[in-house]
């Protein structure tokens, strides 16, 4: 699985890929901002994005959305994360084009890997870079 890290904080994203790519997820990007984003999930087309619901200054509803009408041959998956509880966020994450929402104390590669297959069924061929 091939998974980029869209969020506002260098220590998360540090963290997390590190998390990631010790449990067998490869990170190929992580990206503080939107643009950063669409410019990495358009190079490098990663299975999924985990994104940030406070990219600072920015959504990361919107950038969901954004990715889902993006036009991208392969558009990721998109796993909202956050340290907000998901019942503070239940109306938002329900009516926004993601796959699921994993708060980031409970992070981890087989959350991951769960919604993603519930939403997509099983990875069968793996892409190159």
Known sequence: ???LIVDDSANFRDAARSMLQRAGIDVVAVASNSAEALIYSRELEP???LVDVDLGGESGFDLAEELGRSGLPTIPAVILVST???QDLAEMIA???AIGFVSKISLSAKAIRDLFVAARG???EPRGT
């Open 1 to 3: 699985m091939r998974c």
């Open 47 to 49: 299975d999924v994005a």
């Open 84 to 86: 907000y509880a998901e």
């Open 95 to 97: 009516v926004s084009p």
């Open 122 to 124: 099983p990875l069968t």
